[in-house]
């Protein structure tokens, strides 16, 4: 059942975070799916600009419409990540996304606030969902590159100006993390000053945490043993989610984690079978391990067992 963001932050608030995965495949999808529904879960699919490039973007609303009739018992968003003004309204009139993001982050404050507020008042008019953005996260994003010196945290009494002007219904906030594999140098911690400061200022108000991922080492490990070269990565301590939901932060983003695992699977499978080109096999094993890696986050989001309790609260 599709469902907007709005009404899964308003059943998490304060109590966990709701996992926002993307996907690009169908059997990232299936994955996916089975993973949320062992784990009893809500979740948010996010497709990404890319992933919409991928195969086709007709594609993989296709494989969304088929999961969600495959797993009738999943209760989830679909979401844009990373949107610009044009693709959110392509997104908007497709009748199918039930919420977008308009990131207009990298634009100064006032015309971030213009351009989030044009989209908000389109969406709401369909009763779609929307994410905005305040802040700069480091790392890549698209087409964008911000390095680590030039991000910004979210100031707080910016954020609450921000929501009061544009409407949206939720915000993500900068608090130290950046998207990819090579998160921190250093100190690996998130900013919960900022979140505190933030929660003080809108309490109530659903934020949302970009690169996410925690960049499992023993995942990169055997990647590596396998023949890949990814050096000094680190992601965020996954200890941090739950500390992170209470203060407000309702979903959060991972997509890093379900690379790496897709990555170690078919390294792994083609090492030890270097005769084998049938890509069904190792496909199979990705979606059971990505099953398995999905309902273990959605155990340290708080997410895992929600669903009889959501259902009852949407009268469902
Ligand atoms: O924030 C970016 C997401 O990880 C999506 O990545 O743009 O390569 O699909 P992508
Ligand atoms: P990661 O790169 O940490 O998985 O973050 C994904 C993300 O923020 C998607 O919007
Ligand atoms: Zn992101």
Redo the contacts with the bound molecule.
Sequence with gaps: MIVTTSQLFKHAYGKYAVGAY?INNAEQAMGLFKGAISSQAPFII?I?KGARKYTDKKMLEAVIRAADEIFPDAIFAVHL??GDEETCYDCINSGFYSSVMIDASHDPFDKNVEITKRVTDAAHKKGISVEAELGMLGGVEEDIKVDEGHAMLTDPAEAEDFVKKTGCDSLACAIG?S??AF?FKGRQSLHFDVLEKIKARMPGFPLVM????SVPKDEVDRINAAGGTIKDSM?VDVNEYLPAAKLGVTKI?????GRLVWTRVHREFFRDKPGEFDFRPPGKIFIEEYAKFIASRNVLLGSANQLTDLRKSLGK
């Design positions: 993307n996010q990404s990540d990373h993390t998207h990819g998160k970009h690169g996410s991922s992601g983003n991972i997509d890093t984690d």
